[in-house]
């Protein structure tokens, strides 16, 4: 059968994913680059950021350099950059309306930028925002996947309203399981299933899970969601939700590709507090909470009458920091760092150590933390296919001269 203009359609799909493909080329150009991929590693300065290190160009992948990870909060122009589809339109924030519907609320709403923030209480959160796969691409043997390092991170203090607000005006039935999220990015292949994701609904309804529209006190940045994205604290980043536009609360579990069968691990491997129970099918369960970890971020050997002296962050799902220890003698001794000032219970926790002078030579500095519910640091990296939450404690080399 052919439309009216004599096209048939296979070569109306053909159009379509030559204009999705001129799309994605239309977006890396505004990069100030061409349309392919490039290898990890070099350094690049995209719209409105700082250089990153590249990881791909389509769909835009990097990630923060080490010396941006420093202090408690990641400055926007610094935050890392994560994208699965290449399609990402421009946002008109004056036209934008978010959708709030389905089988599991009995008033579905239709909500501008403004109607937001002029009609529910705006709240803050200063909260780590974590890729899963931070630092996949120190496992060993590799792991398949985008080989971040240590960068695929960064916490800001979001600016927004309570999802649990906007449920609650749109009527959320008792029978809602799951609160399902999409976006205005897409793929540019038909076919490619499209990146949405849900939350429990006991995560949804918590009070420090957000509609966010600010970040670090600045509207949000394009290539961080800009006009509107979910921040869902304490859980890693893939159900931070960026450009979001409909929400629908589900009576049923969703069952698309991104929740039933991607971001995925061995469910025995990895115990988790706060768990997806709908999701969860025989020995796999979703990515949930962020593990406890740190990074050292600045390191000095001393030698002679200096001090050896450790500077870093340290981060958990939001139980609460209890300490972070460093051993100079292969583990046999441990000794604790001091923290910095207290961001809130999600946020980057700074620490700086100073120990003994060391002789000449090669010498180790092993790192870890451990939080109020006795979660510690692993001594290595827990096996998994995907390489997710990966938090073994750090090893540094520090050499002294003689």
């Known amino acids: 059968m052919r439309p009216d203009n004599g096209q048939t359609s296979a070569d109306l799909g053909r159009r379509r994913v030559l204009a999705a493909l001129a799309a994605a080329g239309a977006w890396c150009a505004g990069l100030g680059g061409s349309a392919t991929g490039w290898a990890r590693g070099a350094l690049e300065r995209l719209p409105g950021k700082w250089p990153l290190i590249r990881l791909t160009h389509r769909p835009p992948n990097y990630e923060t350099p080490l010396e941006h990870l420093r202090s408690a909060i990641t400055p926007n122009e610094a935050f890392f950059v994560r994208y699965h589809h290449a399609v990402i339109p421009e946002v008109d924030a004056a036209a934008f309306r978010l959708e709030v519907g389905g089988a599991g609320v009995t008033t579905p709403l239709s909500l501008g930028l403004e109607q937001l923030r002029s009609e529910f209480k705006t709240v803050a959160v200063t909260a780590v925002c974590q890729c899963s796969g931070n630092r996949r691409g120190l496992f060993r043997p590799r792991v398949a996947g985008l080989q971040w390092e240590r960068g695929a991170m960064g916490c ?13 005006r749109a009527g959320l039935k008792a029978s809602a399981v799951e609160v399902l999220f999409d976006a205005a990015d897409a793929p540019p292949l038909e076919g490619t299933p499209d990146f949405i994701k849900s939350l429990p609904r006991a995560k949804a309804l918590h009070p420090d899970t957000l509609l966010a529209f600010e970040m670090n006190g600045q509207p949000l940045p394009r290539l961080n969601g800009f006009p509107l994205r979910l921040v869902v604290p304490g859980w890693t980043a893939t159900y931070w939700i960026k450009h979001l536009t409909r929400i629908e609360a589900l009576e049923t579990p969703d069952k698309g590709f ?24 025989g020995e796999r369960a979703p990515v949930t909470e962020i593990a406890v970890n740190s990074l050292v971020t600045e390191s000095a050997s001393g030698g002679g009458r200096a001090p050896c002296t450790l500077r870093g962050i340290a981060w958990d799902a939001g139980h609460g920091l209890d300490r972070v220890e460093v051993s100079l003698d292969g583990g046999r001794r441990w000794d604790a760092a001091q923290f910095g000032p207290d961001l809130g219970r999600y946020a980057f926790r700074t620490w700086a150590f100073t120990g003994p002078s060391l002789p000449p030579g090669r010498h180790e500095a092993w790192v870890r933390a451990a939080n109020r519910i006795g979660q510690v640091q692993v001594p290595e990296a827990i096996p998994n296919p995907s390489g997710y939450q990966h938090n073994a404690w750090q090893r540094v080399v520090l050499e002294v001269s003689a």
Do not use: H, I, K, N
Not at 156 to 168: I, S, Y
Not at 261 to 267: L, Q, V
């Open 156 to 168: 800001a203090e979001w600016r927004g309203v309570r999802l649990a607000e906007v449920l609650e």
């Open 258 to 281: 991104w929740m039933a069968s991607a971001y995925r691990m061995p469910r025995a491997a990895f115990p988790l507090v706060e768990r997806f129970p709908t999701q969860e099918s």
